[in-house]
């Protein structure tokens, strides 16, 4: 039996997705080969890559300007290829908002000067800090932000209007809520959280940003070269890539990000209405930064919190445990996941809440 998962990533997948890659496994667009056996320079392949491409310039509205690439190595190693492709000066400022965003600024400090210009840390990333007031350095190579924090459940209700390209590691929340490509100057977000298995990371950049990689890029992490090779530069994430061609697909048949945005607003509003009603849980977000994808919450006892987890993957409901730096819960309720999913769980809790008064 399928369960509900709401695992921060790799997560959850469209069911009719699942399906229909288990249909074509074995016999892939009439070629008589998995997707996982033929080659990438195969036409059957290439027009797999060409397709995911088109989707997500056509989903973001991207313009035509942007390079639309596919990498590897996860949302990881673009914290070294930002600085790497971009530090032309040498300096570049960061805004810590979360685990992930941190872990950017230290891999920017590797290669340059990452000035730490904001910093929710003083309050457990429970917001972000005021984007309008921060100290933007006037000689910064791009700023970096990470919109949606997976691990505190915090997103950019808006982005920083700032002199240098914006950098935005979007790997919680891509495709789930419209953004405005031309208000960034990269944005990159790894796959497995709302598009598709882990390996292929998915890469948007302004085009004239991208021409100078500094010497000691390596050619893997130089997007220009990726754009310039329409990601096959070398053997790309076949499966992955695949996957999220089919992902992009259901989501455009679905309506798109405004659909799907329209319903990811509704699930959340589901479980931060019962949480804010309820006498036993509690998610510590300041409102307005509150995600849409990843939702924090604790009772008042670490055993009441490892009691709920564990009753709830009795119930079908599984991997709700908080990441281990926050502890308690977090539901991951990322695209994939369908209403059904979040009203199960919210029946869950006001059962588990009149059990445990
Ligand atoms: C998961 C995640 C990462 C790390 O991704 P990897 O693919 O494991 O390197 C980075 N940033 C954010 C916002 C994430 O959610």
Known sequence: MRVYNFSAG?????????EQA????????????????????????DAVV????SLVRELLNVPDDYAVIFVQGGAS???AAVPLNLMHGGKADYIVTGNFAKKAWQEGKIYG?????????????TYIPDIDSLPYSDDADYVHITSNNTIFGTRYDRFPKCKAPLVADMSSEIFSREIDVSEFGVIY?????????????IVIAKRDLIQEPLNICPTMLRWKVQDENGSLYNTPPCFSIYMADLVLRNLK????????????????????DFIDNSSLFKNNVVEKFRSIMNVPFVTPSAELDAKFIAEAKKAGLVSLKGHRLVGGMRASIYNAM????????????????????
């Open 77 to 79: 190693t673009q914290f």
């Open 253 to 272: 048949e679905k309506g798109g990000v405004k659909a799907m945005n329209e319903v990811n607003v509704y699930k959340a509003g589901l479980l931060y």
């Open 338 to 357: 369908p209403v059904e999913g979040v009203k199960a769980l919210v029946e869950f809790m006001k059962k588990f809440e009149l059990e445990n008064k």
């Open 113 to 125: 000067e990452a000035v730490k210009i904001g910093d929710s840390s003083d309050k457990t990333y």
């Open 189 to 201: 977000a790894g796959a497995q959280k709302n598009l598709a298995p882990a390996g292929v990371t």
């Open 50 to 53: 060409r397709e995911a491409e």
């Open 22 to 45: 288990q249909k074509e496994f074995l016999d892939f667009a009439g070629t008589g080969m998995s997707v996982t056996e033929i080659s990438h320079r195969d036409k059957a392949f």
């Open 10 to 18: 790799p997560s959850t997948l469209p069911l009719n997705v699942l």
